[in-house]
């Protein structure tokens, strides 16, 4: 309802039926229900096209269908009242006819609604848009009347409060936190990128700052507990992996892709390890056959004792010949014996036969007996 004061007549008129609806279209356009642009207004038509070209040139105002038709058709767009002299509510009857839904023609919105209509937030794009607009319009009435400085300073002062603390404890903590669980691409805040300035205002704030050892084990805790499952399963992975190698490895050994030549950093040739035994065989001491190859003492042993019994080469164990060691014959074992059963001392026989009386007692102990001949000890003649 419009009331409007004519002057010199002294009383005032009650206009009950002053909207109208209209058609903003282009020559081209012939059907009103599907094309142009259909809106009511309770104000002249060149009122409403005047604002309709005002806000379509606003910065504030981006992406509505029927304002880029307007900045990009300008003065061939035609307006025409389709219906006036109409009640409030007969004209937002009328729109809803023409535009029952919304995205007809140009226009975005269904019609017959006062403000937006619930079905044009059910459309992405129109979402989107709002959303946008939203934000940026918040942003910058905080601007106008706030700074990060003075909402940090405010934020710090009811945070001193210890009654405040207390009763804020535990509200948003653990699973009571909207964002408990979600992680990655569930996240909220996934693709969020802040500015330098607010990187700054972040970092500048938590400069100084000690965590206390309680803090510090809560988050150890609560990092293991979220990367337990991500660990146990690469842990499975490594042990699978290394069971398939060993067994592929034991598949190489039994085909023997390692023994020999073929094994790893192998210090000599299977040619050479024929050598080896052969002189082994042969009577050689491991010292000496060490000496002309690139192995120890026990790398001899090892070809001869592992590696030749493999390759047709008898391992025995035996004394080699050398000039350091002293072999004694059976026949000078049986004679060190007798002499000693018929009198002679321990100490003249060691003499004799160059051995020490501890060896010389070793063959009277074991030698002798095994050979029929018996051991007496004889006092007074060589050890006693």
């Not at 309770?42 to 981006?62: C, G, I, M, P, Q």
């Not at 991500?230 to 069971?243: I, T, V």
Request: positive net charge.
């Amino acid at each position: 309802m419009r009331i409007v004061r004519v002057e010199g007549i002294g009383y005032i008129l009650n206009i009950l039926h002053h909207y109208i609806v209209y058609w903003s279209r282009l020559h081209s356009h012939t059907d009103i229900n599907t094309e142009g642009y259909v809106g009511i207004s309770s104000r002249s038509l060149d009122e409403r096209k005047k604002s309709h070209y005002k806000a379509a040139k606003s910065k504030k105002t981006k992406n509505l269908h029927f304002h880029n038709a307007l900045n990009k058709y300008n003065d061939s767009v035609v307006w025409e009242i389709v219906h006036a002299s109409l009640s409030r509510e007969r004209a937002f009857q009328l729109e809803n006819d023409y535009r029952p839904r919304i995205n007809i023609g140009w226009n975005s919105d269904a019609g017959g609604y006062v403000a937006i209509s619930p079905d044009w937030y059910q459309d992405e794009e129109n979402k989107a848009n709002h959303r946008a607009l939203t934000s940026e319009a918040t942003k910058l009435k905080i601007a106008e009347k706030d700074s990060p400085e003075e909402r940090s300073k405010r934020a710090k002062n009811v945070w001193a409060n210890e009654e405040y603390r207390q009763s804020r404890k535990g509200e948003i903590s653990g699973d009571k936190n909207p964002q408990y669980g979600k992680f990655g691409l569930d996240h909220p805040a996934t693709g969020h990128k802040k500015s330098e300035a607010s990187k700054k205002s972040i970092s500048d704030a938590h400069k100084g700052k000690k965590l206390s050892q309680d803090t510090k084990d809560k988050i150890s805790i609560a990092r293991v507990n979220k990367f337990a499952l991500q660990k146990a399963e690469r842990l499975a992975r490594e042990k699978e992996d290394r069971e398939l190698k060993s067994q592929q490895r034991e598949v190489e050994r039994v085909a023997g892709k390692f023994k020999g030549g073929a094994a790893r950093a192998a210090k000599v040739t299977d040619v050479q390890r024929c050598e080896i035994c052969d002189r082994r065989l042969g009577g050689e001491t491991y010292k000496a056959i060490a000496e002309d190859y690139e192995l120890t003492l026990t790398g001899v042993r090892a070809v001869c004792q592992m590696w030749g019994p493999l390759n047709g080469y008898e391992f025995t164990a035996q004394i080699g010949k050398s000039s350091l060691k002293k072999v004694t014959s059976a026949l000078d074992k049986t004679a060190i014996c007798k002499a000693y059963y018929e009198g002679e001392s321990a100490t003249v026989l060691a003499n004799k036969y160059l051995l020490s009386e501890g060896t010389v007692y070793r063959f009277l102990s074991d030698w002798g007996p095994q050979h029929g001949i018996e051991f007496i000890h004889q006092k007074g003649k060589g050890k006693s």
